[in-house]
């Protein structure tokens, strides 16, 4: 089907789910519904449906969507980080309480990338996917704040809670019926008027919150609870997506009333994130990026940061996720770095002579210091 | 006058009369000594001086004289340099007299002392140039740059050993107990001396004073040590064990090594104390984060019963080893080595 | 009559001895004045080292006696020591320190004619008062014509090797300069001389056939971009050394740009990792910066051939200065660390990788950059800039 020219890399369909059996020697579950192509090395497309309905033009790194743009389709690397993951992912069980796995390594190698592969393999695998494009967003991007009524001293974020409820309506579009099925297990006052009753479908939850952003704070928090509740009934398994987690235990820059900036254990995003990172539910899988946005300092230009979880969590958050599996994301391999290069050959976006000599070819790879992001960044200018 | 006096102090050397009667004849200067001292007296019958008949003049008259220049038999007296005495007031080099076997340098060359090129008997040279090939340093004689530097000839081997012998029995034998490495003393203090190429001879830093303690001859207890090293804070090493004092804030180093003293004395008695508010120390206090009682062992070993009954293949023997390694990652600088080790021991641990 | 002091007082200086030179005068044939000097002064030249020996030997028993050592085991080495302990120079210059060394080594050679018993000199080029670059000559004419008869005799056969009959071969090499010939001949000649020393070379060396006088050719050629050996003019390319455990050849060397020190050692059989002050390449996120660190890899074709390992510091903070003042914190601006580290990695990679020492020359990376910020003066705002000026 493919013509000869893309002979050289494989590309694997996402129509569907085939069977592989792949048994590790540490595996001992071999549950049948978790499978995916997911072989090192290989370059995986993804539909461009798909990543609309995952809305992965928001939560990919700029430069990658904007080059899912240009060449109209999205193309990455499954390297080991997203290996482990999967084979994570499919130790899954409803006994089991929640794993959490921190994705950790210096600037460029992948983390979100393959944040986006999970959230992806995820969806091809009809789990529920709570994504937040970065945590930062909660505690230091906040337009506009509302005291708490729920708890005082608690400080709602409307615009941002109404964004996440709707990103989670859009993500979970594959398995919105099954969603509609789920219901709540008590009765929720969000105001003097406004409630939802016990034994409704939870999506009514998601439409609340969209409607009225002053509760949507409290929607959220609402419907992370029930999520957790049916996972341990292990009517769905979920997977949560947080990219620079590690904000969720840094600086605030929100302001209270006296002037002083609040500890993001006032804020009830913040909070609420928390409680899913917690272990104590079952049948889902925590994915948290560990990322240096957080420490490091925008304006200086030449200091190096320091990528290692514990670091960039803090001792507080540290001993608040702990135990998880770190998984590291490295630089590139020579092999590695081959595959990205015939793609952008084959896709004629190395447009000079130069680039796609043999000498230019080594060049491209010594000088971007096998690093993904200076890589890509560097064949987009030659 | 030079001349004169020169003459004078080598008139008592036999060579000199050798070399004298060499130049001037036998009776240089005898017969004006001797009339002078009076010594020839021809006396007549009645007493009085014998007075001599003049008849010529007791020289050789011009016309013989001529005659003799002419025909070529004069007799020229040949004169003397007239720096001879100076060159005779040369001695040469006392280098040249020196024996090596017999002769001991220290009785040369006994004190510190200018260089001497007539008494220094190596051929040494000093001098640059130029051209290599051209041609050879000056030799030592006249030689400035030789006098310049200093030298250490008064210091051969053999003298220092002369003067270690002479002051020997003024000394005390060397302590073993510094010899032997084995014991090694608790407190080194440190100061240092500034010399500058000038009149001034001070300097600030002169007053600073280093007292480095090793901790553990203080034995201290377990609670005591853990106050200390809080008091101490950024002074004490925790890999060598040592505490190191700075001080500086006196004016002088004697008053400076008095403080170090005093500070360590205060930090003992200190340490020692108990208050009563330590027992409000929680476990956050810590210096260290152990694993014994942390949250982190009781959510792991919940996990892991948990991951067992789910199907993992965990290995919860692993866990003692897992807590070393914990406590190390805490408690010390945090490198992507170690995160890798954490995260192959936590996978391991979990079963994954 | 007073002989004796006379020789006495003469014994330090070499002055005129007297014209005492017994052949000479006592035999019946005349010769000439040059010749007459020339005998008495070798004559004097010998006894003046015949003494000067002596001395030296004197000298050494004293040292030896002085030092407590027996004479046998003071050899020169020893010597040295001796005379390094007993007066210690501080000056720099080693030449201008005290030596005791024996006459035949320190001093000026003295030039000797061979001349047959009645005063003839040996060879008839005397008298051209430049024998030994007349004598060149001759040979180069020598070798020319028997270089032609050669060719003459071989050009179409088959006894001789295809490579005997062509011109020698002397790319990458130029002729000796005329101070290196003079050296070479010890002795002094004219630019004219040399020229025609050089025309005839050239001569020579065009034929064909003059591959079989390569040897005597090559003798007084020296390579293109000579390396003058001289660690204070040129290049200061490092030595390679090898590692012990690991066997791998490696360079060292410490170089500067602007305020940064930078010690960079290049180690081979590597994989292009670079290990700068801790950092890795990829913690350098200026294209530029990295660009800079590559530079001496991509220009001599050896990406990824090599490893990297260099530390900085910043020369101002290495300063004395006054105990209580803080250091002042200048390190030269964000390339100035690359930059430093590229001329340390080029003079590495010039060491161990010698082919392509010529593309980094041209290229201009083995050049240290000298200069240094410019202090700033005051009542302006920076080392040129001036306030806006007006003019009323």
Redesign the interface.
């Known amino acids: 089907m493919k013509s000869s020219g893309r002979v050289i890399w494989s590309v694997s369909q996402t129509v569907g789910c085939r069977r592989i059996g792949i048994v590790g020697s540490r595996h001992l579950s071999t549950e049948p519904n978790i499978q995916k192509n997911v072989e090192v090395g290989t370059l995986q497309e993804i539909q461009m449906s798909v990543a609309k309905q995952l809305n992965m033009k928001n939560h990919l790194p700029s430069p990658m969507s904007k080059q899912m743009e240009t060449l109209g389709e999205l193309v990455t690397l499954i390297r080991d980080p997203m290996v482990e993951i999967a084979s994570c992912m499919r130790v899954i069980d409803k006994k089991l309480p929640t794993l959490r796995l921190v994705l950790w390594g210096p600037f460029g190698t992948g983390k979100t990338v393959t944040l986006n592969q999970a959230v992806h393999h995820a969806y091809n695998n009809n789990w529920a996917i709570v994504h937040l494009r970065s945590a930062m967003e909660l505690t230091r991007r906040v337009k506009e704040i509302e005291m708490s009524s729920f708890v005082s001293g608690r400080i709602n974020d409307p615009s941002n809670a109404v964004s996440i409820l709707q990103n989670f309506k859009q993500q979970n579009q594959h398995i919105w019926k099954l969603l509609g099925d789920l219901l709540t297990e008590k009765d929720y006052e969000w105001s003097k008027s406004e409630r939802t009753m016990q034994g409704k479908p939870i999506t009514e939850i998601i439409e609340m919150g969209i409607t009225a952003p002053y509760l949507a704070s409290d929607c959220v928090g609402a419907l992370f609870r029930e999520l957790r509740r049916h996972a341990k009934d292990d009517k769905l398994k979920v997977l949560v997506a947080v990219d620079d987690a590690n904000s969720l235990w840094g600086k605030t820059l929100v302001k209270r009333a006296d002037r002083t900036y609040a500890s993001p254990s006032d804020l009830t995003l913040v909070v609420h994130f928390r409680r899913l990172f917690a272990n104590d539910w079952t049948n889902g899988c925590v994915l948290m990026v560990a990322d240096k946005k957080e420490v490091s300092d925008a304006r200086n230009e030449l200091r190096v940061s320091r990528y290692t979880p514990l670091e960039l969590f803090g001792e507080e958050g540290f001993e608040y996720v702990e135990p998880f599996v770190p998984i590291e994301t490295t630089n590139y391999s020579e092999s590695e770095t081959d595959k990205i290069y015939k793609y952008y050959v084959n896709k004629n976006w190395l447009a000079s002579k130069a680039a796609r000599s043999e000498e230019g070819r080594k060049q491209l790879m010594h000088l971007s210091a096998f690093n993904p992001y200076y890589y890509e960044r560097l064949c987009a200018f030659n | 006058m030079h001349r004169l006096r020169l003459i004078s102090t080598r008139g008592k050397s036999t060579l000199a009369e050798k ?1 004298k009667s ?1 130049a001037g004849g036998a009776d240089y200067g005898k017969s004006k000594q001797n009339f002078a001292s009076g010594s020839i007296t021809a006396k007549d019958e009645r007493g009085a001086d014998f007075r001599e008949l003049y008849v010529m003049p007791k020289r050789k008259l011009r016309g013989q004289t001529q005659l003799e220049q002419a025909t070529g038999r004069a007799e020229y007296k ?1 004169r ?2 007239f720096d ?1 005495a100076d ?2 007031a ?1 001695r ?1 080099p006392r280098s040249e007299e ?1 024996d ?2 017999k ?1 001991k ?1 220290s009785d040369v060359w006994p004190a510190a002392r200018t260089f001497a090129s007539s008494v220094v ?9 130029p051209n ?6 000056f030799k030592k ?1 006249g030689n400035l ?2 006098v310049k ?5 008064h210091l ?3 003298a220092i ?1 002369m003067h270690c012998d002479a002051i020997k029995k003024f000394c005390t034998p060397y302590p073993p107990e510094l010899l032997s490495k084995s014991t090694t003393l608790p407190i080194q203090v440190q100061y240092s001396t500034y010399i500058h190429q000038g009149t001034n001879i001070r300097d ?2 002169s007053r ?1 004073v280093t007292m480095i303690v090793d901790v553990e001859s203080l034995k201290l207890g377990d609670v005591a040590m853990e106050k200390f090293i809080r008091l101490a804070g950024d002074r004490f090493d925790e890999k060598s064990r040592e505490l190191t004092i700075v001080t500086d804030r006196c004016h002088t180093r004697k008053q400076n090594l008095d403080y170090a003293y005093y500070l360590l004395t205060v930090l003992y008695h200190e340490a020692n104390k108990v208050e009563q508010w330590a027992e409000l120390k929680e476990r956050s206090d810590n210096l260290k984060v152990e694993f014994e009682g ?3 062992k009781t ?2 070993t ?2 892991i019963e ?2 067992k ?5 965990t290995d919860e023997k692993s866990i003692d080893e897992f807590g070393k390694m914990w406590k190390e ?2 408690n010390t600088e ?3 080595e ?3 080790e ?2 192959r021991q ?2 391991k641990l ?3 | 009559m007073l002989r004796i002091a006379l020789t006495r007082s003469s014994r330090a200086m070499s002055s005129t001895s007297p014209p005492a030179v017994s052949e000479s005068d006592t035999s019946v044939r005349k010769i000439g004045k040059a010749l007459e000097t020339y005998l008495k002064n070798s004559q004097q030249h010998v006894a003046m080292m015949e003494k000067h020996r002596a001395d030296f030997e004197t000298g050494r028993r004293h040292l030896a006696k002085m030092m407590s050592l027996d004479i046998h085991e003071l050899d020169q080495a020893a010597i040295d020591r001796a005379i390094q302990y007993l007066f210690p120079s501080g000056l720099t210059d080693p030449k201008a320190r005290p030596v005791m060394r024996p006459p035949d080594e320190i001093l000026p050679k003295f030039q000797r004619f061979t001349f047959d018993e009645e005063g003839k000199p040996e060879g008839t080029r005397f008298f051209t008062l430049n024998p030994k670059i007349y004598g060149l000559l001759s040979e180069i004419g020598v070798k020319t014509q028997s270089v032609m008869k050669f060719y003459d005799e071989h050009v179409g056969s088959r006894s001789v090797n295809r490579s005997d009959l062509e011109t020698a071969n002397l790319s990458g090499s130029q002729w000796i300069t005329a101070d290196k010939m003079k050296k070479k001949l010890s002795e002094k000649f004219s630019n004219e001389l040399y020229g025609q020393v050089i025309i005839a070379f050239e001569h020579l060396a065009s034929l064909p056939g003059s591959a079989i006088e390569q040897k005597f050719l090559s003798e007084f050629r020296e390579p293109m971009t000579a390396s003058t050996d001289s660690k204070l003019f040129g290049l200061a390319i490092p030595n390679v050394q090898t590692c012990a455990e690991t066997n791998r050849r490696y360079a060292e060397v410490t170089t500067h740009c602007k305020d940064t020190r930078a010690v960079v050692k290049v180690t081979d059989a590597g994989k292009g990792k670079f290990s700068i002050d801790g950092l890795q390449l990829h913690d350098f996120r200026h294209l530029q910066s990295r660009e800079i660190l590559l530079a001496p890899f991509i220009i001599s074709q050896t990406l990824g051939k090599f490893d990297v390992t260099a530390t900085t510091d910043c020369i101002s903070n290495s300063l004395p200065e006054a105990p209580n003042r803080e250091p002042l914190k200048r390190t030269g601006g964000m390339s100035a660390l690359p930059r430093a580290v590229r001329h340390g990695t080029a003079l590495c990679i010039a060491a161990l990788h010698p082919e392509s020492i010529e593309p980094l020359r041209l290229s201009g990376l083995l050049t240290l950059d000298p200069r240094k910020n410019e202090r700033s003066k005051v009542n302006q705002p920076g080392a040129r800039a001036k306030w806006i000026w007006k003019r009323r």
């Open positions: 070399l060499a040949t003397s340099r001879i060159r005779l040369e040469p020196m090596p076997e002769q340098w008997p190596l051929p040494v040279r000093m001098g640059s140039r290599v090939e051209k041609r050879a340093p004689e740059e030789l530097i200093p030298n250490f000839l051969t081997p053999a050993k600030i830093r600073v942390s949250s982190t959510k792991l919940e996990l948990k991951a009954t789910a199907g993992l293949a990652y805490r945090e490198t992507v170690t995160t890798r954490y995260g936590m996978r979990l079963g994954i």
